[in-house]
């Protein structure tokens, strides 16, 4: 009994420790708002934009986005087998490279530089669309290298990753309106051991804010609930909620940010 008094009363003095330290976060970024400054959630982070010329970058940020969402229910559904997460992390990092070489400069991404040898991490990795941007071409998807996809990972997932895509492109058009100009927010994704820290929040933050100067909203579709409420709290609504029409079918959350 006296254990388990002890115990609760260090698990209250931490939630109080918690809560003193979360007004103290909070103090400090209305100061800094203040005062016109920018409040970083960690020392040592850089937000910035890729390009070509950075083909490292462009690995790691394929790498933080294969992870997050290794287990993402769409992505599941495209690679069949849901025991080889070896497997289908591969196809992943492999699809979301190509994907930021076709358009890197619609890749943000937050890195660190805290470790004591100042080495950089990536940390944090989306897309950020504009709606300016074509699609690419027959001949760039060959350059990447995206139709090996069949002879790499099966014929089977390719003509699933292309259903996807199909239905994504038809239910946006019903959703947000065919005529609508966006930006499309698309792979958000933190490191799990940088969770928590805020880092998701501010770098989307920014995004936004580049969004406000531009007087364009922001669509997204997320497959996760938890997500919902994460993007909700930074001004994101449901437009709509469906469910993917297979058989193996997973919900989708459609959501609209306006400046």
Do not use: H
Request: negative net charge; contains cysteine.
């Amino acid at each position: 009994a006296d254990a388990q008094a002890d115990a609760q009363a260090d698990a209250q003095a931490d939630a109080q420790a918690d809560a003193r330290a979360s007004k103290g976060v909070e103090a400090a970024e209305a100061a800094a708002a203040e005062a016109g400054a920018e409040m970083l959630p960690a020392p040592g982070l850089i937000f910035k934009q890729l390009t070509v010329e950075d083909p490292r970058a462009i690995e790691q940020s394929a790498s933080v986005m294969a992870k997050a969402f290794l287990r993402s229910p769409v992505y599941r559904y495209i690679w069949g087998d849901d025991t080889d997460d070896t497997g289908r992390e591969a196809f992943l990092r492999f699809l979301f490279e190509r994907n930021i070489q076709l358009r890197p400069e619609c890749c943000r991404c937050v890195t660190d530089k805290g470790d004591s040898k100042g080495r950089e991490q990536f940390v944090c990795s989306f897309m950020f669309i504009d709606p300016g941007v074509t699609p690419p071409s027959f001949w760039e998807m060959v350059s990447v290298g995206l139709l090996s996809i069949p002879f790499r990972f099966g014929l089977f997932r390719m003509l699933r990753l292309l259903e996807v895509k199909d239905w994504y492109g038809r239910a946006k058009d019903e959703v947000l309106g065919a005529e609508r100009q966006a930006l499309q927010l698309e792979r958000m994704t933190v490191l799990p051991s940088f969770q928590g820290k805020g880092i998701g929040s501010w770098s989307l933050k920014r995004a936004l804010k580049e969004a406000k100067q531009r007087d364009l909203p922001v669509f997204l579709a997320t497959q996760e609930e938890r997500n919902v409420r994460f993007y909700s709290k930074l001004g994101f609504k449901v437009l709509t909620e469906e469910a993917f029409p297979s058989s193996s079918a997973f919900r989708n959350w459609f959501m609209l940010w306006e400046p």
